[in-house]
T-cell receptor, first 113, second 112 residues
Framework: AQSVTQLGSHVSVSEGALVLLRCNYS??????LFWYVQYPNQGLQLLLK??????LVKGINGFEAEFKKSETSFHLTKPSAHMSDAAEYFC???????????FGSGTRLQVQP | EAQVTQNPRYLITVTGKKLTVTCSQN?????MSWYRQDPGLGLRQIYY???????DKGDVPEGYKVSRKEKRNFPLILESPSPNQTSLYFC???????????FGSGTRLTVV
């Protein structure tokens, strides 16, 4: 079955530091991949999505992710963290041909002043 | 404003008392889905619907029912809630999962 693994349930960075949130998927064919963000007491908001058009995907709020087929990875990065980036981030995969998103277990990002 | 609306936002109920969580979207989306979110488990799909009168089970459908009589509405029904259904529930809709979903604000359910 298709799955997605997020390494690190909690990540803490200093304000202004690089943000790197890791996501690996298991798939024999490149799937559709997504990153969502969840702020406290809110629903999930789509940050960015990979749909095979380009391997480097830019999203909202300065985030981007690179699809690496050889590593089956889709890590999320941001060059400089802001306090407002503190939230939980979810990687999700849609295996081609299925009509469902499978989510990772989430990574909670803390940004220290 | 394009949105997915869930009601109620918070609900405390007792074991065995039937309840319905409503979900409505105003974007004319074909696809709708229900997820539950539990600490350390991420989001798990309960049921989804590809269109009116077309529904299918997700990964954790036991104890839940859904219906899709109209395109905009996709209620989640717990016929006999149990404490292990205490969770945060999200409704989502989309034109297709290739494009991601739009999520509602969530319903926090506590079953005592």
């Amino acid at each position: 079955a298709q799955s997605v693994t997020q390494l690190g349930s909690h990540v803490s960075v200093s304000e202004g530091a690089l943000v790197l949130l890791r996501c690996n998927y298991s798939s024999s064919v490149p799937p559709y991949l997504f990153w969502y963000v969840q702020y406290p007491n809110q629903g999930l908001q789509l940050l960015l999505k990979y749909t095979s058009a380009a391997t480097l995907v830019k999203g909202i709020n300065g985030f981007e992710a690179e699809f690496k087929k050889s590593e089956t990875s889709f890590h999320l990065t941001k060059p400089s963290a802001h306090m407002s980036d503190a939230a939980e981030y979810f990687c999700a995969v849609n295996p081609s041909g299925r009509r469902a998103l499978t989510f990772g277990s989430g990574t909670r990002l803390q940004v220290q002043p | 404003e394009a949105q997915v609306t869930q009601n109620p936002r918070y609900l405390i109920t007792v074991t065995g008392k039937k309840l319905t969580v409503t979900c409505s979207q105003n974007m004319n989306h074909e696809y709708m889905s229900w997820y539950r979110q539990d600490p350390g488990l991420g989001l798990r799909q309960i049921y989804y619907s590809m269109n009116v009168e077309v529904t299918d089970k997700g990964d954790v459908p036991e104890g839940y029912k859904v219906s899709r009589k109209e395109k905009r509405n996709f209620p989640l029904i717990l016929e006999s809630p149990s404490p292990n259904q205490t969770s945060l529930y999200f409704c989502a809709s989309g034109t297709g999962t290739n494009y991601g979903y739009t999520f509602g604000s969530g319903t926090r359910l506590t079953v005592v």
